[in-house]
């Protein structure tokens, strides 16, 4: 069972930063946020992943809770084409990784 | 940059048929999974593999069984296709080691009548 919760959907304003949040109480201390982001009609795409400090890359910023129990995926400057659905994963060091349902975050003109 | 393809975007099947879903990647990846994706339910792990000729049995492995006989090759069979395997097919390779980021194939959307 995937182990984060989170919102089924989400809007935001083209220009504007998309914030998305992720619930996962029960991360463990070896244990890995990732986010994954699946574009209609296409395969899931990998966007960032972190421990416990903050991450940034090209594509979003991370920030993970000094407890460890929640995160948020930043899209800074969202575009139309940042429209698709957010998984945020909790993994091990193993190479599965265990999908939720995710949030379907639309962004509007 | 890594590229995932799958043998089909969309195919239909009926039902009792032997079914073969390929799967290639070409960055020399160590391991190859197969993922169903259904509406609700996300993304399931059916199998993987870590090697040639190794494979691992995912969450939902029943009614499907795979084949790796080629580093770059990964395949998922259904050996009897059923209406409930109806789905989307998504395919994805990783370096081994553990965290290493998956690359994901554009998917085979599979229906069984």
């Known amino acids: 069972d995937a182990k984060t919760t989170q919102p089924p959907s989400m809007d935001c304003a083209e220009g504007r930063a998309a914030n998305l949040p992720c619930n996962h109480s029960t991360i463990s201390g070896n244990e890995y946020v990732y986010w994954y982001r699946q574009i209609h009609s296409q395969g899931p795409q990998y966007i960032i992943h972190g421990l416990k400090n903050n991450e940034t890359n090209e594509m979003a910023s991370l920030i993970i809770t000094e407890d460890r129990k929640s995160s948020t995926l930043i899209l800074p400057h969202a575009t139309l084409r940042d429209t698709a659905v957010y998984y945020c994963?909790?993994?091990?060091?193993?190479?599965?990784?265990?999908f939720g349902t995710g949030t379907r975050l639309q962004v509007f003109p | 940059d890594v590229k995932v393809t799958q043998s089909s975007r969309y195919l239909v099947k009926r039902t009792g048929e032997k079914v073969f879903l390929e799967c290639v990647q070409d960055?020399?990846?160590?391991?190859m999974f197969w993922y169903r994706q259904d509406p609700g339910l996300g993304l399931r792990l059916i199998y993987f593999s870590y090697d040639v000729k190794m494979k691992e049995k995912g969450d939902i492995p029943e009614g499907y069984s795979v084949s790796r006989e080629k580093k770059e090759r990964f395949s998922l069979i259904l050996e009897s296709a059923s209406t409930n395997q109806t789905s989307m097919y998504l395919c994805?390779?990783?370096?081994?080691?553990?965290?290493?980021?998956?690359?994901f194939g554009p998917g085979t959307r599979l229906t069984v009548t």
């Open positions: 994805a390779s990783s370096l081994t080691g553990g965290r290493n980021e998956q690359y």
């Open positions: 960055m020399d990846h160590e391991n």
């Open positions: 994963i909790v993994r091990d060091n193993t190479d599965k990784l265990i």
